[in-house]
């Protein structure tokens, strides 16, 4: 997986920012709460994200793709290497990873990003 792709693609959601933390981690954050990341420096995972309950058990069962490390508890997973997933997966994953993370945000800020949205189109 080319980062700079992984980067565009997870920028092209709405509201998506992007954010270095932990000294080397590429954040993507919708109303200040993360939704995918992935390490700018050789790491043991290149990508890790938000899934559904149920979609965990699938995907670390799977081989390449192992619970993230500090928030497997929120059901996140990482990916060991770039092709654990096909492309067409892993967007889909990373889409609904958005998803997941943009519907539990509070119903105001919620708002307040769609308002700015209308704001700018």
């Given at each position: 997986?080319?980062?700079?792709w992984?980067?565009?693609?997870?920028?092209?959601?709405?509201?998506?920012?992007?954010?270095?933390?932990?000294?080397?981690?590429?954040?993507?954050?919708?109303?200040?709460?993360?939704?995918?990341?992935?390490?700018?420096?050789?790491?043991?995972?290149?990508?890790?994200?938000?899934?559904?309950?149920?979609?965990?058990?699938?995907?670390?069962?799977?081989?390449?793709?192992?619970?993230?490390?500090?928030?497997?508890?929120?059901?996140?997973?990482?990916?060991?290497?770039?092709?654990?997933?096909?492309?067409?997966?892993?967007?889909?994953?990373?889409?609904q990873?958005?998803?997941?993370?943009?519907?539990?945000?509070?119903?105001?800020?919620?708002?307040?990003?769609?308002?700015?949205?209308?704001?700018?189109?």
């Amino acid at each position: 997986m080319n980062l700079d792709w992984f980067r565009r693609y997870c920028l092209s959601f709405p509201h998506a920012t992007e954010h270095i933390l932990w000294g080397g981690d590429l954040v993507f954050k919708v109303g200040g709460k993360m939704f995918a990341a992935a390490p700018l420096d050789p790491a043991p995972v290149c990508v890790s994200f938000k899934c559904t309950p149920e979609e965990f058990a699938d995907l670390t069962a799977r081989p390449g793709i192992i619970p993230a490390p500090y928030s497997a508890r929120y059901f996140w997973v990482a990916l060991e290497y770039e092709d654990a997933l096909p492309v067409a997966e892993l967007k889909r994953l990373l889409r609904q990873s958005y998803g997941l993370v943009f519907a539990k945000l509070p119903k105001k800020t919620q708002a307040q990003l769609a308002a700015h949205h209308q704001r700018q189109n």
